[in-house]
């Protein structure tokens, strides 16, 4: 399995990003797809996600409303939508996958792709 983020980058606050996660491997395999964050000197955070019972996405409550976790089986990609960005959205930004659900918590998502910076500014 892998994953391959892409779609970060250097935007205004207030603008709007979509991250996308490439996905190859056993479909079963990914069958959760989870989105993360870390921010410098912080831990690793869980974003949003979808799969398993949370089939229209579960959110975490500082991004609940601004951003939209989505999924294209035709194109094997997972996408995170992200709205009215701030600066405290500064990270680095990981798409994760497991194939049944547990927690939404890091340390139950065992494939991960390489991550891409997201930088808000004010």
């Known amino acids: 399995v892998q994953l391959q983020a892409s779609g970060g980058g250097l935007v205004q606050a207030g603008a709007s990003l979509r991250l996308s996660c490439a996905v190859s491997?056993?479909?079963?395999?990914?069958?959760?797809m989870g989105w993360f964050r870390q921010a410098p000197g912080k831990e690793r955070e869980f974003l949003a996600g979808?799969?398993?019972?949370?089939?229209?996405?579960y959110y975490r409550d500082s991004v609940k409303g601004r951003f939209t976790i989505s999924r294209d089986n035709t194109k094997n990609t997972v996408y995170l939508q992200m709205n009215s960005l701030k600066p405290e959205d500064t990270a680095v930004y990981y798409c994760?996958?497991?194939?049944?659900?547990?927690?939404?918590?890091?340390?139950?998502?065992?494939?991960w792709g390489q991550g891409t910076q997201v930088t808000v500014s004010s």
């Open positions: 979808l799969g398993g019972i949370a089939r229209t996405g």
């Open positions: 491997g056993p479909t079963s395999s990914t069958a959760v």
């Open positions: 994760a996958g497991t194939p049944r659900l547990r927690y939404w918590d890091q340390k139950y998502f065992e494939y």
